[in-house]
């Protein structure tokens, strides 16, 4: 998968991980902000630690 990739392209690197967002939080980001992200944006931000 393109988001497990990508994790362990960033720990190769040694690059600091943060923790995922929540649904909620992608939520309230696409109201606040008027848009609609993509599913793939928001797999990637919920589903980083899988």
Do not use: S
Not at 4 to 26: C, D, E, G, S, V
Not at 33 to 49: A, D, M, R, T
């Amino acid at each position: 998968m393109v988001i497990q990739k990508l994790k362990q392209h960033f720990i190769n690197q040694n690059l600091r991980i943060n923790q995922p967002a929540t649904l909620l939080k992608i939520i309230k980001f696409e109201q606040k902000y008027e848009v609609k992200l993509p599913q793939i944006f928001k797999e990637y931000f919920i589903q980083w630690y899988r």
